[in-house]
């Protein structure tokens, strides 16, 4: 057993540029710009806060109804909602700041020339973290805009992306699961420039109401989200970090407690996002900072870095036939 303590572990990660006190942040689209947030807890003591996806113009999403429960976890059909750039850099971001939160903006666009705009405009001011393309989001009209789905036109997305963000600020490249290779899109998308990945975006999905004999969700199909996707997440984590070693990643999906960001530690991720969790705890993203110190002292690891890919590490060494 462990004698190390909590207090003793260190939970600073570095992804690429981007040096952070604790592996621990926000999902895009779970508390959009952080402030409602900060009634529960001081949104410095993340190590990122990760902005609901801003778009070039103001977008009201889709119609209602736009959420439907799941026995473990939920869907969505929000469709990008926001104020667009403008509001944001006027209001959201310097909010942020203010408050000393490490914000990681997420873009999202319908076009080449709306990514490379935002890349611009918000890899130019001043206090960005680092930049997460969303390019993976199954909530849209058009599934066609999901960039994600081909290798090829999600390399397009973030060339344009890398090409005008500043260097010194890293660009992270949000993947969808729904893809039959997932290592191949992110291969197709640090080729072209990300600096990172973040894994995994929503799977889509869709409930029927029986009583009505209709989809519940207006749009239809929706993001699905919460504790039933956490092993597809871990899966698309330990897969993407076995065939590129050295590539960071940020793991999603289904995050409730320490034990749950350490899997993913162990699976190859370099920090964690907490989404789904906040709507009926809105502290857990503080909780699971501290839960998840307590994990890794248990198991004597003295910093995050040396949980980093742990399981894959053990495997590898394993003797064969165990």
Not at 35 to 46: G, K, P, S, T, W
Not at 214 to 226: I, Q
Not at 302 to 315: E, L
Request: hydrophobic share 45%; with cysteine.
């Amino acid at each position: 057993m462990s004698t190390l303590r909590p207090a003793d572990v260190d939970l600073s990660t570095v992804l690429a540029d981007a040096h952070l006190d604790n592996p621990v942040m926000t999902a895009s689209g779970c508390a959009a710009a952080g402030r409602e947030l900060h009634q529960f807890f001081d949104v410095a003591a993340l190590g990122a806060v990760v902005t609901k996806s801003i778009m070039r113009d103001p977008r009201s999403g889709r119609p209602t109804p736009r959420m439907a429960e799941t026995p473990s976890g939920m869907l969505n059909s929000i469709g990008l909602q926001g104020p667009g750039i403008d509001a944001f850099l006027a209001t959201d971001l310097p909010w942020l700041l203010q408050h000393d939160a490490r914000p990681i903006v997420s873009i999202a666009g319908s076009s080449l020339g709306e990514y490379a705009e935002l890349a611009r405009r918000v890899g130019n001011t001043p206090g960005v973290a680092a930049i997460e393309v969303n390019i993976s989001c199954p909530n849209v009209e058009n599934r066609g805009l999901v960039f994600a789905c081909d290798p090829f036109q999600a390399a397009r997305v973030i060339s344009v992306v890398r090409r005008d963000a500043p260097r010194g600020v890293p660009v992270f490249a949000k993947l969808s699961p729904d893809v039959t290779s997932i290592v191949e899109v992110a291969e197709s998308v640090t080729a072209a420039g990300a600096d990172g990945l973040v894994l995994i975006n929503t799977l889509l999905g869709m409930h029927i109401d029986i009583d009505t004999m209709r989809p519940t969700l207006a749009g239809v199909t929706g993001g699905l989200s919460g504790p039933a996707v956490r092993p597809v997440a871990v899966r698309a984590v330990w897969q993407v970090a076995n065939a590129m070693p050295g590539v960071p990643i940020i793991g999603v999906g289904g995050v409730r407690t320490g034990a749950d960001a350490l899997e993913f530690l162990a699976a190859g991720a370099s920090a964690v996002q907490v989404g789904t969790a906040i709507f009926n705890d809105p502290s857990a993203p503080v909780r699971v900072v501290e839960e998840l110190r307590a994990e890794l002292a248990a198991r004597g690891f003295a910093k995050v870095g040396d949980a980093v890919g742990f399981a894959n590490r053990s495997i590898s060494s394993a003797p064969e036939g165990r």
